[in-house]
């Protein structure tokens, strides 16, 4: 299948997929608000929003004709918003996704292509007679495919040569199965791309370890408030390794500083490359939720 291919067939799927719109409250996730929408960083979705105020219509009631102008009107401006978060959202470091869409047409050309299938996730006519739409954009999927850097290739989880060496009279320790980083209190950002390093720039957790199949179709992390939330997420699993975040690079605040002794204990691990490689990552940051709201 090619590379263009696959963007549609997934980009399809996500759309079937696609959830009622999900509007934040306090202590439900890690978003990060820009005008006219935000990201929802623990859902992977993008939300912008758009109305259009009519000109001057005394008492006249608003015909279907000019409603549906208007929608149509309010549905251009929310994508215009849509457009312009996703230019502005972080895939790792500074680079933005504006940068990677200013220096590949293609892939800006197959972005725009996406937008021609944004759903309306939310509709609302006002009393002065403004429109007001949302629509919802997924980051998971086809996005991804297109917006990721490519050192993430597609690769098997190496598996172990030989079984775990079993000690008598000593229980054998359950593998781990994903990665919390509690990275709270560093002044961590989101990213669509982070990495989880060591003091020296050591990598434990990055683009070489990453398979692009679960990156694309899971997000190469999840973003969560607490550590509960992030214990109970789907791909932390049953028994995940909890580790601390003890700073971020300088010029890399999507990035995760960690210490030597836990980059230790995650490569002590029988299971780590097969938990890693499938993206089995659940970062816990301080995070404001945007001002609630209330669905059309």
Known sequence: MTRRLMTFVLLGTLMLLSPGRLFAAEGQGITEPFDN???????????????????????????????????????????????TI???????????????????????????????????????????????????????????????????????????LFPPRETKGVEPRTPYTGLIVDARGIDAKPGLAPRVVTKSGEEVYGPTIISREYAVQRGVVTYERTLTRAAQGLFADENPLVVTGIGTPALARTDIIISREDAARIRSDAAHTTFLSQCRVVIVLDGASPKEKTAP
């Open 86 to 160: 996703l230019r502005k959202l972080t895939i790792h470091a500074e680079t933005t996704g504006g940068d990677v869409m200013g220096s590949n047409r293609d892939i800006l050309a197959q972005v725009d292509l996406m937008f021609l299938s944004t759903p309306i996730t939310g509709k609302r006519f006002l009393t002065d007679g403004s429109v007001e739409v949302s629509v919802s954009f997924p980051l998971r999927g086809a996005f991804s495919q297109l917006i990721l850097p490519e050192e993430i290739r597609q690769i098997d989880p190496i598996k172990p």
């Open 37 to 83: 929408g935000w990201i929802d960083w623990s859902n992977g979705t993008v939300w912008a929003d758009g109305i259009h105020a009519p000109k001057e219509r005394g008492d006249r009631p608003t015909s279907p004709e000019e409603r549906e102008h208007y929608v149509n009107r309010a549905v251009r401006e929310a994508k215009g918003n849509l457009s």
